[in-house]
């Protein structure tokens, strides 16, 4: 596809998947930046009197059980996962499009290094990656980081590596050499065009995989600590509860699943 081509794409409306995956995460980011907005209230406040009350006015989800407002500790926990999702996709991304790049243009040892990197930790289970990076940076924010960076970049490195090496071998950029342009010129108008559209379904893959990997190892007490509010943490800890407060139960899973689900969508539906 060439840049003229890549412009286009993207004056395309909206497919119907796309707009639905659009519309969900819409209304999960209102929920955790307006909604503490439109009701005031603490994620951590804890009144045992109302432990797994029903929903009222000032917790339109009902209580746990310890007495904490669902509504304000989903709200809470919608901002930390994806915001330890994005930075991730983020660094991932970064290191992935620049060693990619990288490998595919010099070729040699420096190309048979980073595809012998690549394969090794693509051997290693993805969550026993994070649990080993989280065993030496336990329960925190950085070290859910460090090792969603480490499992994703890979996936990265192989679409950037492989389409480089396609484009590179085009007649357009052996014409562009042959003129004498540069390095960043061939990447800005022939290289990136052609990858962008990879890079941004893999950046929405990447978010909902590190997204559900934050909430299943906090399902299984490996993620952040109590009392953070966390998606998988939330549940774990409202499951026994499930008869007395089904609403607070579900609260967490639906919220997760329209994430990942809008995620998804958008994700699947860019290549239309």
Known sequence: MSSID????RRLPLSPMRAIGTGLITLVAALSLLGPLIVPGDPLAQSLIKALAGPETGAPLGYDHLGRSVFHRLADALRLSPVIAL?????AGA?????GTLSAAKGGW????????ADALLAL???LLVLIVLAMVPGTALGFWAGLSLVLWVEFFRLTRAATRETLASPAVQASRLLGFGPV???RIHIWPEIAPMMLTAAAFGTATAIMA???LGFVHVGMRAPTPE???????LLPYWREAPVALLSPVVVTFALLLGLTLLAGSRET
């Open 231 to 237: 998606l998988g943490l939330m549940m774990v800890e």
């Open 125 to 127: 289970p993805g969550l």
């Open 214 to 216: 934050i909430a299943a």
């Open 185 to 187: 010129y061939l990447f």
């Open 87 to 91: 930075a991730a996709v983020a660094t």
């Open 110 to 117: 420096i190309d048979r290094i980073f595809v012998m990197l």
């Open 95 to 99: 290191a992935g499009l620049i060693l």
């Open 6 to 9: 890549f412009q286009t794409t």
